[in-house]
T-cell receptor, first 114, second 111 residues
Framework: DGGITQSPKYLFRKEGQNVTLSCEQN?????MYWYRQDPGQGLRLIYY???????QKGDIAEGYSVSREKKESFPLTVTSAQKNPTAFYLC?????????????FGPGTRLTVL | GNSVTQMEGPVTLSEEAFLTINCTYT??????LFWYVQYPGEGLQLLLK?????DKGSNKGFEATYRKETTSFHLEKGSVQVSDSAVYFC??????????FGAGTTVTVRA
């Protein structure tokens, strides 16, 4: 089955630690996205990538970093510089990569800072 | 800039009731409009979409019509089921590689 996988489903982090969230897609999509979801709020864009080896900051990129070395993978690192990282993180992909096209979402990773 | 405003929840209904969730938008150009649904603990799934004015998107008994004159994309379902309990997000896509989401509306359907 084609789709997007995210791992782990739940992640716990101590303050001061960096953690990396995995996102893999086998839909052969060029574009991938990372969103953050907080209770009672819509999704906010962290980073997006339109093509391998290229990515752009979204609306709330501070304290996060990404890489796009392979078409199917777009990992997100939550650094210690992110002051309030507890949230639900969603990865998405689309083809050919414009936001008028449908974005398909993974199941999400819930990150909790202890 | 682009933005979406959708009806605040939570909304609680009885089975077989009529559901409407209002969504209005502000955008430059000619955006596409989407409704996504999120079941508890899961990611978002596309429910329906419309890409130009007067288009009607429909899926699983849900419908929404892209109204340019009122800048709206209201979601409707004529007879809800318990399985429709979820959070519904209205979203707008323009030419800048981003989707702008509303805050989400939590819908609970009671048997």
């Amino acid at each position: 089955d084609g789709g997007i996988t995210q791992s782990p489903k739940y992640l716990f982090r101590k303050e001061g630690q960096n953690v990396t969230l995995s996102c893999e897609q086998n839909l052969n999509h060029d574009a991938m996205y990372w969103y953050r979801q907080d209770p009672g709020q819509g999704l906010r864009l962290i980073y997006y990538s339109q093509i391998v080896n290229d990515f752009q900051k979204g609306d709330i990129a501070e304290g996060y970093s990404v890489s796009r070395e392979k078409k199917e993978s777009f990992p997100l690192t939550v650094t210690s510089a992110q002051k309030n990282p507890t949230a639900f993180y969603l990865c998405a992909s689309s083809q050919p990569g414009r936001s008028t096209d449908t974005q398909y979402f993974g199941p999400g990773t819930r990150l909790t800072v202890l | 800039g682009n933005s979406v405003t959708q009806m605040e929840g939570p909304v609680t209904l009885s089975e077989e009731a009529f559901l409407t969730i209002n969504c209005t938008y502000t955008a430059t150009g000619y955006p596409s409009l989407f409704w996504y649904v999120q079941y508890p603990g899961e990611g978002l799934q596309l429910l329906l979409k419309a890409t130009k004015a007067d288009d009607k998107g429909s899926n699983k008994g849900f419908e929404a019509t892209y109204r340019k004159e009122t800048t709206s994309f209201h979601l409707e379902k004529g007879s809800v089921q318990v399985s429709d309990s979820a959070v519904y997000f209205c979203a707008l896509g323009a030419d800048d590689y981003k989707l702008s989401f509303g805050a989400g509306t939590t819908v609970t359907v009671r048997a």
